[in-house]
């Protein structure tokens, strides 16, 4: 059969392209260079009857010469919607509920987005005590505690150490907590997944400052602690301070933002959101944790037995689909791509497989590389939908054989009043009207 | 001849390496002053809790002055409910599967209230109080709690051995999640 992608290109498929029941494509399709090919803009030139300007019929921006570069960037005009704060119905009452206890919550949305670098401005904020306004030249960090010299390290002693540039995702640990909720709530995907993002951090490793420090072979914790009206504190394991976190300065090519922790951060890869403390002030050496407010009231995770797990640290296997989702209608039936997003806490994705009839059968999409560590990856898959229902799931494994979990296998395992850490699938129900839901299988 | 050439490679980036290594030192000697002003935490048993002593009644006055507008503010749908989550009660919740996260309830160490509450409150001026003061606050809101006794007093020697209700109800699951709670894959 014949049918128009959207670019309105024919495309020939057969009965071999179909990878599974639903309207699953081989994703070569996709790969195919002829398809990937934009149709070259059909371009009509009137016949002239008379002289005229030469310019007739082309629009503005064509025939008057354009501004001048601004100092700093900004996007179209016709772009600026594209924001962190509106997540849908119900979301801006939070917001006004969030104000008076200043935990400001700014979600990436991710329906507009594609790639896996989250524009600076886009990348989620979360704060407990609000954005600190920061003099660099004020600010510094001291590493102290069980090492044999206490130092102090203000941003332009950091400037003169080799840095290393990783590519990372930072997820917040209630990053998709709707999903705990015994009925499906209808948070769309920016409110449901919106507390992930990914950006290039750069920095200096913190094993270098802490060579440099002498840290004792007894210690075994890192309290933590920011500049915020909060002072912001959690107990970070020295195994992972010593492994891969670092003092990050720099996202994205330019000295991170205030809301990311403006003049530096720690970053610890993998680990959920708010160990990476921002504004960064102290380092305490120690033996043990220190038990603070988020990694004991907060941050830790009801089971069904009554206890709560704690250090829930790292990152799980993880993904979501975020086109098709329910920030979005299938409008038509025809071919559409599947993509969305694939992380790991602990390293590679190794493979994503994708469902359109609820878990029923599955095929695997093709990934877009490079494939890099605790980074998101984006995956992506034909799907030609012809008004069938349909529940769209995706399922990452990562390159340690973690497979991610069902919505009813982890609840099975953790119950449902967890609050945080969720990783299963997300379910996006397809109806014949073309409306899409969050659903739970 | 690759060999070689790799391990020529290789011995002349360790040597880079380490003559960067060599001169990347600039950190400053940090002073105790320097310390003390960035490091707010307190451990449960006790080490780094401040001079200091505070009691419920003073507490309690603290609370109605600093406290209780948000904390006392009712939730907009309902006026049963508290805006910004319950600090006092859902001691009936315990050992259920919908624990109220109160520090009666859940907080398993009683250090953590005043090692949060020191750093971060009153939210609009933190660290405005004397280390008594958050003595006593960290006194009432054990008191409200039903933890201590109206006439108990609170300081570094007597606020680690405050016996918490759900001191036992966390698992440690670092480095790895207990086998009990994994999913079956």
């Known amino acids: 059969m014949y049918m128009h992608n959207n670019k309105g290109k024919n495309l020939q498929i057969d009965a071999t392209d179909h990878v599974a029941p639903g309207g699953l494509l081989s994703r070569r399709l996709f790969l195919n260079s002829a398809l990937a090919t934009t149709a070259a ?24 010469p354009g501004s001048d570069a601004l100092e700093y960037g900004e996007r179209s005009r016709f772009e600026v919607d594209r924001v962190r704060r509106t997540a849908g119905p119900g979301y801006q009452n939070e917001e006004f509920a ?17 790639g ?6 886009l990348h989620f904020e979360l704060t407990h005590h609000g954005i600190p306004d920061i003099d660099p030249e004020q600010h510094a960090v001291v590493i102290h505690g069980m090492v044999k010299q206490p130092l102090k390290y203000n941003i332009e002693a950091l400037e003169n150490y080799p840095t290393i540039t990783r590519e990372h995702f930072l997820e917040c640990s209630g ?7 015994e009925k499906p709530q209808e948070w769309n995907l920016q409110r449901m997944h919106g507390l992930l993002s990914g950006s290039q951090w750069t920095g200096v490793p913190l094993s270098t400052l802490l060579d440099e420090c002498g840290v004792s072979p007894d210690a075994k914790w890192i309290i933590a602690e920011g500049a915020d009206s909060g002072s912001l504190s959690r107990s970070i394991p020295i195994d992972k301070a010593l492994k891969d976190s670092m003092i990050a300065i720099y996202q994205n090519g330019e000295r991170i933002r205030p809301g990311q922790g403006y003049p530096m951060r720690l970053f610890n890869p993998g680990y959920e959101g708010n160990t990476s403390v921002k504004w960064i002030r102290s380092l305490h050496v120690t033996d043990r944790p220190a038990m603070s407010r988020f990694e004991t009231s907060t941050y830790t995770d009801k089971m069904p037995d009554g206890k709560a797990l704690q250090f829930t640290l790292e990152i799980d296997v993880k993904s979501m689909i975020t086109r098709p989702s329910n920030a979005m209608s299938l409008k038509k039936h025809g071919l559409y791509e599947i993509t969305g997003l694939a992380w790991s806490g602990k390293g590679k994705i190794d493979r994503v497989e994708v469902s359109v009839d609820g878990g029923k059968t599955w095929a695997e999409a093709a990934l877009e590389g490079p494939i890099q560590s605790i980074m998101l990856t984006r995956f992506r898959i034909p799907w030609l939908w012809q008004g069938e229902p349909a529940i769209l799931q995706s399922r990452a494994i990562d390159e340690f054989g973690r497979v991610q979990p069902s919505r009813s296998e982890l609840v099975e395992a953790r119950g449902t009043k967890g609050t945080y850490h969720y990783h299963g699938y997300q379910s996006w129900g397809v109806g014949t009207n073309g409306k899409i839901s969050n659903v739970y299988t | ?73 009712p939730d907009e749908n309902d006026p049963n409910k508290n805006a910004i989550g319950k600090l006092f009660g859902g001691h009936e919740t315990m050992g259920t599967d919908n624990i109220d996260r109160t520090i009666g309830s859940y907080w398993p160490h009683p ?6 509450i020191r750093r971060a409150m009153p939210l609009i001026a933190p660290m405005s109080l004397t280390n008594s003061e958050y003595y006593s606050l960290t006194a009432y809101l054990l008191h409200e709690n039903g933890i201590i006794g ?25 480095p790895d999640i207990p086998e009990k709670y994994r999913t079956k894959q």
Request: charged share 20%; aromatic share 10%.
């Open chain 1, 41 to 64: 803009l059909a371009t009509t030139r009137a016949a002239y009857g008379q002289e005229d300007m030469v310019g007739e019929g082309q629009e503005d921006w064509t025939l008057y």
């Open chain 1, 98 to 114: 969030s104000l008076r206890t200043i935990v400001h919550r700014a979600r990436t949305p991710h329906q507009d987005l594609m």
């Open chain 1, 116 to 121: 896996t670098i989250t524009p600076s401005g």
């Open chain 1, 175 to 181: 990053n998709s907590l709707a999903l705990w909720s």
């Open chain 2, 1 to 73: 001849m690759y060999m070689r050439k790799t391990l020529i490679i290789a011995g002349l980036l360790m040597s880079t390496q380490m003559g960067v290594a060599q001169e990347s030192r600039f950190g400053v000697p940090a002073t105790q002053a320097d310390i003390d002003k960035r490091f707010w935490s307190v451990f449960p048993d006790g080490e780094f809790l401040p001079e200091g002593e505070g009691n419920v009644a003073e507490g309690a006055e603290l609370f109605e002055y600093n406290c209780n507008l948000c904390h006392n503010y």
């Open chain 2, 111 to 116: 250090t953590t209230v005043f090692n949060y």
């Open chain 2, 150 to 174: 109206e006439n108990d007093v609170i300081n570094k020697d007597t606020l680690p051995k405050v016996q918490m209700p759900n001191r036992d109800g966390f698992v440690n699951a670092y």
